[in-house]
């Protein structure tokens, strides 16, 4: 395993302890370590591993995560203020590399790996990896999912601090994975939902694409259950899903998505809470997807938070999704 040493910068000539495998310091001289598991959520909520206590840092505000080949990764979570590498806000998965200095809110740490294999950048240079494009594009046409995990808080103080940070880092892994696999443009954390976004370049691919997107779905809600199952979760995970289609603004230096769009993908995973049901598809998703595919979701009338009157949708569970997916595959 390759020493590594999380550890706070402090003013003066104090010299931070000797290298341990991955262990964060700060001035308070509290120590979280980093050399078992797979990741480890920051923020100052109960079960957070690395509890940061300022109001400036938000509940679930980042998540450092191994990556497969040994090296430690840094996603914001959507927080409230802000994570920082090396003064350049995270919006997408960042490797740490000796060196780097973190920011979450008003707290400042330094990320320590003397062996590290990633070079770090001259101050002067500033920090180009991972830097993405900055142009935004209207008007695209795109497909947002959003999913969320249900009843977050009270998993939070159900489950010790180990098996909360062991818990949610693996579901943000793998969903993530797998929406990258089959097809978003991007990947976004946000508090304990993941929304992934699918271009659509031609919009004659439309209706293969959104395959794809239900795919995701059922691949997500069955690493959920693998999840929950693996780790002996004293309840199994529970989540919601809700999928919209329409033309958004994407782009810029987070890898973003906004727009009515964006918005109402939120607001038809929050239904799927009422209706009792998995997912939720907002009109043109549904519209767009081939008559055996429609077979699986039934309409409803929603009320959606911001909208005015009830809007259609169509829902189904998981259950019935698995189920057509595997019908349509034969």
């Given at each position: 395993?390759?020493?590594?040493?999380?550890?706070?910068?402090?003013?003066?000539?104090?010299?931070?302890?000797?290298?341990?495998?991955?262990l964060?310091?700060?001035?308070?001289?509290?120590?979280?370590?980093l050399?078992?598991?797979?990741?480890?959520?920051?923020?100052?909520?109960?079960?957070?591993?690395?509890?940061?206590?300022?109001?400036?840092?938000?509940?679930?505000?980042?998540l450092?995560?191994?990556?497969?080949?040994?090296?430690?990764?840094?996603?914001?979570?959507?927080s409230?203020?802000?994570?920082?590498?090396?003064g350049?806000?995270?919006?997408?998965?960042?490797?740490?590399?000796?060196?780097?200095?973190?920011?979450?809110g008003?707290?400042?740490?330094?990320?320590?790996?003397?062996?590290?294999?990633?070079?770090?950048?001259?101050?002067?240079?500033?920090?180009?990896?991972?830097?993405?494009?900055?142009?935004?594009?209207?008007?695209?046409?795109?497909?947002i999912?959003?999913?969320?995990?249900?009843?977050f808080?009270?998993?939070?103080?159900?489950?010790?601090?180990?098996?909360?940070?062991?818990?949610?880092?693996?579901?943000?892994?793998?969903?993530?994975?797998?929406?990258?696999?089959?097809?978003?443009?991007?990947?976004?954390?946000?508090?304990?939902?993941?929304?992934?976004?699918?271009?659509h370049?031609?919009e004659?691919?439309?209706?293969?694409?959104?395959?794809?997107?239900?795919?995701?779905?059922?691949?997500?809600?069955?690493?959920?259950?693998?999840?929950?199952?693996?780790?002996?979760?004293?309840?199994?995970?529970r989540?919601?899903?809700?999928?919209?289609?329409?033309?958004?603004?994407?782009?810029?230096?987070?890898?973003?998505a906004?727009?009515?769009?964006?918005?109402?993908?939120?607001?038809?995973?929050?239904?799927?809470?009422?209706?009792?049901?998995?997912?939720?598809l907002?009109q043109?998703?549904?519209?767009?997807?081939?008559?055996?595919?429609?077979?699986?979701f039934?309409?409803?009338?929603?009320e959606?938070?911001?909208?005015?009157?009830?809007r259609?949708?169509?829902?189904?569970?998981?259950?019935?999704?698995?189920?057509?997916?595997?019908?349509?595959?034969?």
């Amino acid at each position: 395993m390759v020493p590594a040493v999380l550890s706070a910068k402090l003013v003066g000539t104090v010299t931070p302890p000797a290298p341990t495998p991955y262990l964060l310091w700060v001035p308070a001289n509290r120590r979280f370590p980093l050399g078992e598991g797979q990741s480890w959520a920051i923020g100052r909520g109960d079960g957070c591993a690395v509890l940061l206590e300022s109001r400036s840092v938000s509940r679930l505000h980042a998540l450092i995560q191994r990556r497969d080949n040994g090296e430690l990764g840094l996603v914001d979570l959507g927080s409230r203020n802000g994570s920082f590498v090396n003064g350049k806000r995270v919006s997408f998965p960042v490797t740490l590399a000796d060196q780097d200095h973190l920011v979450f809110g008003d707290q400042e740490l330094v990320f320590l790996n003397p062996v590290s294999s990633v070079p770090v950048p001259a101050a002067s240079a500033g920090d180009a990896r991972n830097e993405p494009t900055a142009a935004l594009h209207t008007n695209i046409l795109s497909s947002i999912l959003v999913v969320d995990i249900r009843d977050f808080t009270p998993l939070a103080r159900s489950l010790p601090e180990a098996l909360l940070s062991q818990t949610i880092g693996t579901w943000f892994l793998r969903s993530g994975q797998i929406a990258q696999r089959r097809g978003s443009w991007a990947q976004k954390y946000i508090g304990d939902a993941v929304m992934a976004v699918w271009v659509h370049d031609q919009e004659a691919d439309l209706g293969s694409d959104l395959q794809r997107v239900l795919h995701a779905v059922n691949d997500i809600a069955a690493a959920t259950a693998e999840i929950s199952a693996s780790l002996q979760l004293p309840s199994p995970l529970r989540i919601g899903a809700g999928v919209n289609t329409g033309y958004a603004i994407v782009g810029g230096a987070d890898y973003t998505a906004m727009g009515d769009t964006v918005n109402a993908a939120f607001r038809l995973e929050s239904a799927t809470k009422g209706l009792g049901l998995g997912i939720a598809l907002g009109q043109r998703t549904y519209t767009e997807l081939a008559p055996a595919w429609r077979a699986a979701f039934a309409q409803y009338q929603v009320e959606l938070k911001g909208y005015d009157g009830p809007r259609t949708a169509w829902a189904a569970s998981f259950e019935s999704l698995r189920e057509l997916l595997h019908s349509t595959a034969r």
